[in-house]
Nanobody, 121 residues
Framework: QVQLVESGGGLVQPGGSLRLSCAASQRFFSIDSIGWYRQAPGKQRDLVAAIHSGGSTNYDDSVKGRFTVSIDNAKNTLTLQMNFLKPEDTAVYYC???????????????WGQGTQVIVSS
């Protein structure tokens, strides 16, 4: 069973930085995309940043220039470096992988349990 475990959330002051990590319990046969979503109270879960199978990345406009998503293949880990954090970045952040676990199996979405980020003075 695929498990994604996030870490690195917490409380930070506006203008500060946090680094989120997402460790996968196994490698995948093929990956369509891997990235981070966030969900603020009372709102839907939205894409923050993603890396696609061809290597391209996309970011929500609100985080461009402040957040960086990257993959450490050796550690099977996805990271999200968040700089110049704002109160509106407060949310639960979820790691997502859309991938196939083996040949012949259709890609599925896998989610972590979420990690809370609070930006407040």
């Amino acid at each position: 069973q695929v498990q994604l475990v996030e870490s690195g959330g917490g409380l930070v002051q506006p203008g500060g930085s946090l680094r989120l990590s997402c460790a996968a319990s196994q490698r995948f046969f093929s990956i369509d995309s891997i990235g981070w979503y966030r969900q603020a109270p009372g709102k839907q879960r939205d894409l923050v940043a993603a890396i696609h199978s061809g290597g391209s990345t996309n970011y929500d406009d609100s985080v461009k220039g402040r957040f960086t998503v990257s993959i450490d293949n050796a550690k099977n880990t996805l990271t999200l470096q968040m700089n110049f954090l704002k109160p509106e970045d407060t949310a639960v952040y979820y790691c997502n992988v859309r991938a196939s676990v083996r040949f012949g199996v259709r890609a599925s979405d896998y989610w972590g349990q979420g990690t809370q980020v609070i930006v407040s003075s």
